[in-house]
């Protein structure tokens, strides 16, 4: 009798451990991997019309930079991420990253080269931002055409730093006429346009110059007429962003400046020092500007210090002649495509599968004066190391379809996918055809596109700094920069589409086991 009752204790004390080993085995079971397309399918047309019925309204007035219409927008956006408990990166409740603003209005300027005075629109101008200052200068550092490319720099074995530099308009050719920079006979960054300025100023601070002088008489001719016109009526100038160290002086001279200070750069591409007297005072006039960039923030759960940045811009054109200019393209629909997925990634977060890295999400302001809220993070205040930003992904008009473009309506230009990382142009194309099926237009990527898109939204100040990104665009139309960008005129089902491709991209960037690599980052 004790035998079969050890023996029967024995079978229940088996049974048992069996029990609580499969228990056990159920409580550490992992759990499944997450389905991005439940979290996809969270992002609506009729979920962005609303957002963006409303973001476009009239109510908003055109969100110009720094006017109550864009007061209105940030904060029409902050409430959005609290509703949806998003947190911001910064203290507490503050989802606003200050971005200090200055409006220009012309300096008076009075300048004198070698005994000779000059004249303020018609012989110079000043672009930018200046302080008041008074001019005594001695010499200048003579740059060539003040290029610095990787197939051709003026910089080369020149020291700039606390100097002031001379430039000339324009790019050299090679045997073929072909400009050096590109091999092409395109226009480029360096050679011509508005381009051309950004790009050499940029070339001379980035060496320490603390000036330049730019010599293009053409563009001279057409900016002084119309900063002229400008002082004269008593209407404030441009917008530009104020640094919080002096800024760079920046000068487009003819000329008649450029041959009293060196005759001979007509002619010379070499770089010299030049002995010069060129004095004067400059009075600065400009007011200050309170914008803000809106940022919100998802923190990684296995990577966190490794972020993507998603953006779009906030601002746009305000009003003019009494007219509103919506904006609901441009970038109302980049907007409302950020909320919405800032939303999916939020509620995958809080069923368990919050993304791995860190997740940002960056609306700036300014970017139709200059991409000047993007800069303003990536230059002065970047609120996480640019060396700890993986990619940005860039919303920038996406709810229309560009008349000029002939086939598929479903489609969507990239821009820079692989201008600095082939891993990511790679998986962007995986994702989609896993998932959207979207034709990927890649008209507007060409080096050499006259157009110049690559340079033209804000994705572009993380591509300056090698951090890879892609340019998400639905080309223009029409409506473009008027009143007629209303709401009504989104094609919302592409909207749909084209906000989900970005979520899988950024699902795929988040969550995958490397981090992006930038194999073809400038060494600059």
Not at 182 to 196: L, M, N, P, Y
Not at 339 to 360: M, N, T
Not at 414 to 421: A, F, H
């Amino acid at each position: 009798m004790k035998n079969s009752l050890r023996i029967f204790a024995a079978a229940l004390l088996i049974v048992g451990c069996g029990s609580s080993n499969q228990n056990a085995t159920k409580q550490t079971a992992p759990k499944p991997p997450a389905d991005p397309t439940v979290y996809g399918n969270t992002i609506t047309s009729d979920e962005l019309k609303e957002l963006l019925y409303t973001y476009a309204s009239d109510e908003f007035e055109g969100r110009e930079t720094g006017e109550p219409g864009q007061k209105k927008a940030v904060n029409y956006l902050k409430d959005q991420y609290v509703a949806m408990g998003i947190p911001s990166p910064l203290n507490g409740d503050d989802y606003f990253q200050e971005v200090p603003l200055e409006r220009q209005k012309a300096p008076n300027v009075a300048l004198s080269v070698n005994g000779m005075a000059m004249e303020n629109y018609s012989d110079f101008l000043m672009l930018g931002s200046a302080d008041s200052q008074q001019l005594n200068i001695k010499e200048v550092v003579y740059a060539g055409y003040g290029i610095d490319a990787d197939s051709y720099s003026d910089y080369k074995n020149l020291d700039v730093k606390g100097k002031i530099v001379l430039v000339k308009a324009g790019e050299p050719k090679d045997a073929d006429g072909n400009y050096v920079t590109s091999g092409s006979t395109e226009d480029t960054k360096w050679s011509a346009g508005r381009q051309s300025i950004s790009s050499k100023r940029d070339a001379a601070k980035e060496h320490g110059a603390k000036a330049i002088m730019f010599m293009n008489e053409t563009m001279l001719g057409q900016y002084g007429a119309y900063y002229k016109q400008l002082a004269e009526s008593g209407r404030a100038g441009r917008i530009s962003l104020k640094s919080n160290e002096s800024p760079m002086l920046f000068m487009m001279i003819g000329e008649k400046i450029g041959k009293a200070i060196y005759a001979e750069m007509m002619t010379s591409d070499a770089s010299k020092t030049v002995s010069t007297e060129i004095t004067g005072s400059i009075a600065s006039q400009s007011d200050k500007v309170d914008s803000e960039n809106v940022v919100a923030f998802i923190r990684g759960t296995e990577k966190p210090d490794e972020i993507l940045v998603i953006s779009a811009h906030l601002d746009h054109e305000g009003i003019k002649d009494g007219k509103v200019y919506n904006g609901a393209d441009d970038d109302g629909s980049g907007t409302v495509a950020l909320v919405e997925i800032a939303e999916a990634f939020k509620q995958a977060a809080d069923e368990g599968y919050g993304p791995k890295r860190s997740i940002l999400f960056l609306h700036v302001t300014g970017e139709e004066k200059g991409l000047l809220g993007s800069r303003h993070y990536t230059d002065n205040d970047p609120i996480f190391p640019l060396a700890n930003t993986v990619a940005n992904l860039n919303i920038d008009m996406i709810g229309r379809t560009d008349p000029k473009r002939e086939g598929e309506r479903n489609y969507i230009y990239l821009i820079g996918s692989d201008k600095l990382s082939t891993e990511l142009h790679n998986l962007s194309e995986e994702i989609n055809a896993k998932y959207m099926n979207i034709t990927l237009d890649y008209t507007y990527n060409d080096e050499n596109d006259p157009n110049r898109f690559y340079y033209r939204s804000d994705h572009y100040n993380f591509a300056k700094n090698n951090i890879p990104i892609i340019f998400y665009f639905n080309g223009t139309h029409d409506d473009y920069h008027q009143p007629s960008d209303t709401p009504d005129k989104i094609e919302y089902d592409l909207l749909e589409n084209r906000t989900r491709l970005v979520f899988y991209t950024a699902w795929e960037v988040a969550n995958r086991e490397g981090k992006i690599v930038a194999d073809k980052a400038e060494t600059k």
